[in-house]
């Protein structure tokens, strides 16, 4: 089962395309009528491969007239996937070129030399395997990637001027060290492929900045910026890691109370299974929003009930934290459309404006977590 599949369901009606997917096996499908439902895996039968990768379907999603692409690798055996994953209505011409920089000396030769590894056309909301490689090409590897997209439709009608309808060409230049690619740690759930992957973001339109709280004035933001910066830049001290790794982590939230976890064994993992709140590597709290970490099954619950257990959830964690001033939780909601993330603001404006909050780290959890400072 892929992103694009179209599925039906075997235990109760309906159906739609597979757009996500999510921890233990269950999937994002979006039905008719735009509404995003998570359901097991098992439950959903394919019945079309891909339809929205196909040029003959009139492909029209609320995000779709979007921009959001990106670069994944995954691992593969004994090597990698390089993938392009193409999230948004428009077709793409796109070149992955590798840029090698050779000895410097000799006159009159070029300092650099390049190797294009792929040049054709990625289909709307297809993940396109670019080229594969193996651990041993990683000594020959080139740090410098240039990424040259150009968005394009076939033969579809412009609800607005030309020069509004069209997208500009994107071309970006990267660094890609080969080392992140052996870092097991780097690789991690994403909103582009249903596998792990180390997630190279290129353009995505559907994300706004939020102030941190309400409206700031420009010297209370850069203050905020500053301490956010200051604060990550002592959490990644090896020996704040160390310290919070060894305390903060061998505790979590469990049935409504703090409990010291056992140091190993089948119970530990039960618990750390059934936590509402974990603590990461980085000594930070975390809750795990999506539906699926949060229920065994949502058969029986429409959107609007899953939403309101998902609210009851990160209003449990708040209470439960709230008397450490300070403290930071992180809560992952997922990209989505943004009904969660937009809920979760709304809930802390209302109930707990003596908190700020933004955007999580990028590098550990994409565009789908938001990290509350209490």
């Keep these: 089962m892929k992103i694009g599949d ?39 039968v394919v019945i079309e491969q891909n339809v929205v990768a196909k040029e003959e379907v009139n492909i029209q999603t609320k995000d779709g007239e979007k921009l959001n692409i990106a670069i994944v690798y995954v691992k593969n055996g004994n090597g990698f996937n390089c993938i ?23 006159p009159g030769k070029a300092s650099n030399s390049f190797t294009t590894t792929f040049a054709g056309e990625v289909l709307p909301y297809e993940r396109k395997k670019l080229f594969d490689f193996g651990k041993s090409e990683l000594n020959t590897w080139s740090k ?32 890609l060290d080969p080392v992140n690619l052996l870092k097991e740690s780097l690789f991690r759930r994403n909103d582009y492929v249903q596998e792990n992957g180390y997630v190279v973001p290129v353009i995505n339109e559907n994300v706004e900045e939020i102030p941190m709280v309400g409206k700031l004035e420009e010297q209370q933001i850069k203050m905020a910026l500053k301490e956010k910066f200051e604060g990550e830049r002592a959490l990644s001290s090896p020996q704040q890691t160390h310290k919070k790794a060894a305390s903060a982590q061998n505790r979590a939230y469990v049935n409504g109370k703090w409990i010291d976890l056992p ?27 999506h539906a ?6 949502t058969i029986g619950m429409d959107n609007t009930a899953i939403l309101k257990y998902q609210l009851e959830k990160f209003n449990e964690a708040m209470t439960a934290v709230l008397h450490k001033r300070g403290s930071r939780i992180v809560f ?33 959890y994409g565009y789908g977590a938001t990290l509350v400072t209490i």
């Design 6 to 44: 179209k599925v039906r369901f075997l235990n109760q009606t309906g159906g739609g395309i597979v757009v996500g997917f999510g921890r233990k096996g269950w999937v994002t499908v979006q039905d008719e009528d735009g509404f995003d439902i998570p359901m097991p895996e098992k439950e959903c």
């Design 84 to 106: 392009l994953a193409n999230e948004c209505n428009y077709a793409l011409l796109a070149t992955y070129t590798n840029i090698i920089k050779e000895d410097e000396g000799t």
């Design 144 to 175: 410098r990637v240039l990424l040259r997209i150009i968005p394009f439709k076939r033969s579809q009608p412009f609800k607005q001027p030309l020069q509004h309808a069209l997208k500009p060409v994107i071309e970006q230049d990267f660094i």
């Design 263 to 289: 140091s190993g064994g089948l119970q530990k993992e039960w618990l750390q299974e059934n936590a509402l709140i974990r603590i990461n590597s980085q000594g930070y709290m975390e809750v795990d929003l």
């Design 292 to 297: 699926e970490a949060l229920l065994d099954t």
């Design 332 to 364: 992952i909601h997922g990209k989505g459309d943004g009904v969660l993330r937009n809920a979760l603001i709304k809930e802390l404006k209302t109930k707990y404006s003596q908190s700020r909050w933004q955007d999580a780290s990028f590098k550990e």
